[in-house]
């Protein structure tokens, strides 16, 4: 075989394995929920039967520092439903149990606290998503995305909604579980796939991660990039209540510290 035809053929097995680790990591994901028929009570231990049988969105890719390889620790988000509930339990590994914290303040910004959040673009109208977010230590967020998660204007933690999470650590992990209503989102009635994301920001490993593989010039919001839920039966109606939240605040302060862009960090 001359020398040329044998460079010919490395050239294109070469091209060949590139186009397949671009593909690889492109492709769709998606995830089956299976639908349960019991009460869960959040504990954030995931014990319970049925989220030993789950279906996880795992094997994350880096955002950061590099989009081209996988998470240097392990994440794992489990979902099952109800009949009014989502319920999501997630295993977040790390380095060790001093997991990083830079607020207990509810809508923390991302990039400051070992967390894990979730978004679901329920009309799969690549437009708008709502996302929820659990800190290492338990504190919640929530979240709109609106004009398709492109650019850091179209993500707000103005809405809230009521929904509940628990948030254990551990030597190795903080494990959260997460119920949100149906009731406290809106979706087609007949749902049976939502699109879906989910992505970590790792402070102990100075790694942010994300379940589809994004690019790094890219925002981990960006709904051109999700992958999909597939409920096991299709959703009933969305009912939306009317919930009164009692809050009273007689403290006036001003915090000249803080970066009012902060709270928009993804």
């Given amino acids: 075989m001359k020398s040329s035809d044998l460079n010919q053929k490395i050239l294109a097995l070469f091209l060949l394995f590139v186009a ?4 690889s990591q492109t492709l769709d994901r998606s995830v089956f929920v299976k ?14 039967a049925f989220w030993q049988e789950a279906n996880s969105a795992d094997n994350f890719w880096q955002l ?13 988000v489990k979902l099952v439903y109800s009949d009014t509930h989502l319920y999501i339990g997630i295993e977040a590994y790390g380095v060790d149990e001093n997991f990083i914290v830079s607020s207990l303040k509810r809508d923390f910004s991302a990039r400051t606290n070992d967390n894990v959040t979730v978004l679901f673009d329920t009309f799969r109208d690549g437009q708008n998503a709502f996302l929820f977010g659990v800190s290492a230590y338990g504190v919640q ?30 030597k190795d992990r903080f494990v959260i579980e997460m119920a949100i209503p149906f009731s406290s989102i809106k ?9 879906f994301q989910t992505y970590r920001y790792d402070l102990q490993s100075n790694e942010r ?37 009692p809050y009273v605040n007689g403290i006036v302060s001003t915090d000249f ?10």
């Avoid at 639908?35 to 319970?48: A, P, S």
């Fill in 20 to 23: 397949y680790s671009v593909s």
């Fill in 35 to 48: 639908k349960i028929n019991q009460e869960v009570f959040l504990d954030g231990k995931l014990e319970e």
């Fill in 64 to 76: 950061f520092p590099t989009d081209s390889l996988k998470s240097t620790n392990k994440t794992e």
């Fill in 141 to 170: 967020r929530e979240g709109l995305i609106s004009e398709r998660g492109a650019a850091i204007n179209g993500f707000s933690l103005t809405w809230d909604t009521k929904w509940q999470s628990e948030c254990v650590r551990h």
């Fill in 187 to 195: 979706y087609p009635e007949g749902s049976k796939k939502w699109g």
């Fill in 209 to 245: 991660s994300i379940w589809t593989n994004v690019d790094q010039n890219q925002i981990p919001i960006n709904i051109g990039y999700y992958g999909s839920l597939i409920f096991e039966a299709p959703l009933a109606k969305s009912k939306t209540p009317i919930y009164l939240i």
């Fill in 257 to 266: 510290n803080e970066d009012p862009t902060s709270q928009k960090l993804v």
